[in-house]
């Protein structure tokens, strides 16, 4: 313990607020809440051997530490639950960032509303739905949706370009208001049904579509009853698949808790009027935090985008804070209650979490086993000074000499560690693709951001054979003080021999390219090392691809109106809004084009110029 850690514990408040430990780097590290931060801060630094090795781990790093008071509890679960998502700190409980959750977005002012996938939800004053799962569980949701309600598919702008209905509408999957006479208020019947199936909402939608049924049928608007009749039958399938219908439990998710020595695993389960509709799991690194200080962490950050039930059901909730229901229900219409499982049917929930739980919890273990033999088997063939915990693998990405790019990504303990993905574009070749002269680049900046940032991967991975690994080479030989390990990974490869070689076919395997050793390493296909690494490979080459990918699409949808001074991309995408090509905008008069909102004369004229111009030359 450090002079500045022993003066700070001697003037700690007893008043309830958030503390956050910070390393010799500076960096925040841990962040925590208390309601006596006196009696919460000093206990990290007293009795140490009743901490747990994570606890000691943290207690280790820290030099420093910052108090932030708040008046009440609530504000310290707040600013706590704030403070994590906005700094990461690495001892903390951290789940996946928001972004993975897809939404339903629904905004019932459009003049024609449909259903979009968004990743985040915002205060537009649209109907959000979810999050969900996965993308693949919502696409898979939507299918069903899209199968038993006719509704728009098109984007707004397919919308509006429309002359004629498309295919949907002739095979009774839309009913095509893009063209045709549609009433608006049946629109909206049609998407508020759907809005309530991807709710869950299956009782009271068949309710509602049976009241419509009876009534389009005594009208005697037979064709509209037999719509609604096939959708009943389609929600009817939909009720009858689900998982398990309760008798006792009405909206509910219920949080089932497993724990190792090096991980954390919750599952979720889902209940919606009294529908068990599913569940999901999330499986987090063991941090200093008790079983249940996890637990108070984790659904402080699960329901940050989350609608919450009216009951959420724990196995324990006495050292969870009485006001945590309150802070997660801020904002929202119902107060969720946390409270601890009955007997009956609430335990039998319960059991099924756990249980699942559990099984996510070993599975991974053994992911992480293997993972771990892979990376001991590697150090072991690269005869490396120590464990290569954290890979990073560069892939250059190019087509002929267009966008040149290049891709880092880094793998910790085996796993992608995607917050630390890079993408380069490359700045010093100009003319021909020399791969070469891109590798030295990227290892050269990538080697500099490292020694500035002090987050030097324990090997570096080149994409490719013995040229491609002296040139990284060239550069890593600059920095001799990091003693950084490279090595290349070539490709298996088939060379057809001359026809009347006996030998019609060589082949070669996967091999690992050393800078200091004239033969390559044969990895066994299947073997741990080939798993790891071509994994890493694979991925390496999978980033680069998809940025390449976006930089040939930016360079494809470029035109002379990018060139233009006075012509941003608001402007640019009104002027093709207006005329509908460059064709229509260069036909166009000089003083029709001053007619445009936002176009000023000497923009204009610009325009008016460089259009002529383009048309002479």
Not at 175 to 195: E, F, N, W
Not at 262 to 286: E, K, W
Not at 415 to 434: H, M, Q
Request: net charge neutral; hydrophobic share 40%; proline share 4%.
């Amino acid at each position: 313990m450090n002079k500045i850690v022993e003066q700070k514990l001697s003037q700690l408040p007893t008043d309830a607020g958030v503390y956050l430990m910070k390393n010799k780097k500076g960096a925040i590290i841990y962040v925590g809440k208390a309601k006596n931060l006196r009696n919460r801060v000093s206990s990290y630094f007293h009795s140490a051997q009743q901490h747990t090795s994570k606890t000691r781990a943290l207690v280790a790093e820290i030099t420093d530490f910052d108090l932030m008071l708040t008046m009440t509890e609530v504000e310290a679960l707040l600013l706590e639950r704030t403070l994590i998502r906005h700094h990461k700190p690495y001892f903390n409980i951290l789940l996946r960032d928001d972004k993975e959750y897809p939404f339903i977005r629904v905004c019932l002012e459009d003049p024609w509303p449909r259903l979009e996938k968004v990743r985040r939800r915002k205060d537009d004053g649209a109907h959000y739905i979810g999050p969900f799962g996965s993308a693949s569980q919502l696409s898979v949701m939507l299918r069903q949706v899209y199968r038993i309600f006719p509704l728009i598919r098109c984007s707004p702008h397919e919308f509006r370009a429309a002359t004629r209905p498309c295919n949907y509408y002739h095979m009774k999957m839309c009913l095509g208001p893009c063209t045709l006479p549609v009433d608006r208020d049946v629109y909206i019947s049609l998407i508020k049904s759907a809005m309530s199936l991807l709710e869950g909402n299956v009782s009271s939608l068949l309710s509602e579509l049976k009241k419509k049924m009876r009534t389009a049928s005594q009208a005697e608007r037979y064709e509209e009853a037999a719509l609604l009749r096939d959708q009943l039958k389609a929600v009817e399938q939909i009720g009858q698949n689900q998982v398990a219908i309760l008798t006792d439990t009405v909206d509910a998710d219920i949080i089932g808790i497993a724990a190792s020595d090096s991980h954390i695993a919750f599952h979720v389960l889902t209940v919606r009027q009294r529908t068990l509709l599913g569940g999901d799991h999330f499986i987090v690194p063991t941090s200093p935090d008790s079983l249940q200080e996890a637990l108070e962490s984790f659904i402080l950050q699960y329901y940050a985008n989350r609608v919450t039930p009216a009951r959420i059901i724990v196995g324990d909730t006495t050292d969870l804070s009485r006001d945590l229901g309150v802070v997660i229900s801020q904002g929202q219409a119902i107060l969720s209650d946390i409270v601890m499982a009955s007997r009956g049917e609430e335990r039998d929930l319960l059991d099924i979490a756990e249980k699942n739980a559990t099984h996510q919890l070993e599975s991974a273990v053994n992911v992480k086993q293997q993972a771990e033999v892979g990376l001991m088997l590697l150090q072991e063939a690269l005869s490396l000074p120590r464990l290569p915990e954290r890979i990073e693998c560069i892939d250059i990405s190019n087509l002929g000499a267009m966008a040149i790019v290049a891709s880092d990504v880094c793998f910790i303990h085996g796993k992608a560690a995607k917050e630390f993905y890079r993408r380069y574009e490359i700045k010093t070749v100009e003319g021909a693709p020399d791969d070469f002269a891109s590798i030295r680049e990227v290892v050269q900046r990538r080697l500099e951001r490292g020694l500035r940032d002090d987050d030097l991967p324990d090997l570096l991975i080149i994409d490719g054979g013995r040229p491609q690994v002296q040139a990284a080479m060239q550069v890593v030989s600059q920095f001799p003080q990091l003693g950084m390990p490279l090595v290349g990974l070539a490709k298996s490869r088939n060379d057809k021999g001359p026809r009347d070689d006996s030998r019609s076919l060589e082949s070669s395997k996967e091999r690992l390219v050393l800078p200091d050793r004239e033969e390559p390493i044969e990895l066994e296909e299947g073997s741990p090392v080939f798993r790891l690494v071509t994994r890493i490979r694979d991925e390496a080459h999978r980033f680069a691809i998809t940025y390449h990918r976006k930089k040939r699409q930016g360079i494809a949808h470029r035109s002379i109106l990018d060139e233009i001074p006075g012509i941003g991309p608001t402007l640019k995408k009104r002027l093709l809004i207006e005329f509908g090509s460059v064709e229509s905008l260069r036909a166009a008069s000089l003083e029709r084009l001053q007619n445009v909102k936002g176009l000023n004369e000497k923009a204009a004229l610009n325009l008016f110029t460089a259009l002529h111009q383009e048309q002479t030359s």
